[in-house]
């Protein structure tokens, strides 16, 4: 992994020395033969209009460690190969979550939930967070949930094909997605229908669900009800965890609940996605009704091709070189999953979408210590949904255009307008 090199940051490991980039060490190779301006990343509109994908298979090639200047939003370093980013996400003592994960406006300053919330914290503080709320997502707590979840999601759907048409964003996966997680935090059923009716209204909007005073309302009166009387569930567990001895503030459960229900906006993206993919690609989803063992592959293939989380962003706790590119202490460090997800050195045929692709080195994931917590739990949902809509035996026919989601943030599909028909 060290390389030596004659920068200032002599003593500073260099992430990788084998796959060094044609690309000046000395400054920013020039992007006038790229597909379109890397800057243009951080436009949404290159994201849901456009074509991000060329953008990063010619920094993979040209630019993988790449400067972007600062603007609305604050300068950063750009890393588009799977193997960067996998390296990055697994070496937290150098690249840190503590400041945010998401590039946001430097107006808006250093994330609320850094050094609070479980994606926002660093070892050894995130080990213990994460051990407080790690039992609700063992592979065996999420088998005991897979019959409400196939239950939950035979409703959901029967709802939908009774409604006609429908969208498939919104009325199956947004909702599955929500019921799955006020389960587990503890919300009474009743109050599905609003948890999800605030979630998707935030989401919709773009808003983080800090945003919604009717949602950290609810979390409030949550919290206060399980400090009083706690059960087994999510919630209960974070008002009861301690960390070095010492409870959580309320500051610090209320933002933890809202993380936790943020993060599923990645599932339903996933969810709904992966019925876009397979609608679009009639020959996959083919092979896939005649051959129910191929689930596992295409789940894997779901996740690599939609890539819900577009990007994580990281801040280098020491001066660093990668690639011969030099990142000052302090610097920014922004993942682009899916061009991981798209790297030629890593898959064949990358841009093929195919059920049956084996290995399958995805990092829709992420990696290293801040893993998705709910991993299993998305694959799981996935594999009930996919399964629940193939035996229903309806043709999905489509009834619109798909609109796509507008956001550096996450992507696939705002709204996937279908409609269930039994055969
Ligand atoms: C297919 C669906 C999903 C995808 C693609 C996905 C993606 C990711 C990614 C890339 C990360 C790492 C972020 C980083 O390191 O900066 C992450 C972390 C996380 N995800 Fe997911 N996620 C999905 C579903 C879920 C679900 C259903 C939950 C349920 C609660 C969830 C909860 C979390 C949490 C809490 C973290 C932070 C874990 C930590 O920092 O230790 N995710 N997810």
Known sequence: MTAPTTTPAATAPTLS??????TSPAGTPPASDAPASPNALVDPALHADGDPFAVWRWMR???PVRRHEAGELPAFWSLTRHEDIRAVYRDPAVFS???GVLLRPAALGDDPGGGTTLALTDPPRHKQLRGIVADWFTARSVRSLEEPMRAATRAILARAVEQGECDLVHDVAGRLSIYVIGHIMGVPEEDHESLFAWTDEAFA???SLASSPRLMGYFIDLMNRRTADPTDDLTSMLVCGLIDDEPLTEYEIVLNCENLVGATENGRLALAGGVQALLDHPDQLRR?????SLMPSAIEEVLRWTSSATHSMRTATRPVDIHGRHVEAGDR???????????????DDPDRFDITRTPNRHLAFGGGEHFCIGSTLARAQMRILYTELLDLDARIDRTG???PVHSIAVRGPETLPVRLTPR
């Open 17 to 22: 020395a084998a796959a060094a980039a044609p």
């Open 61 to 63: 090639a040209h630019a």
């Open 97 to 99: 979550s503590a400041r």
């Open 205 to 207: 909007a773009g808003l």
């Open 288 to 292: 896939l009704r005649g051959d129910r």
């Open 333 to 347: 460090v922004v993942l682009w999953v899916p061009s991981g997800n798209r790297d030629e050195a890593v898959f």
């Open 401 to 403: 255009p798909a609109h």
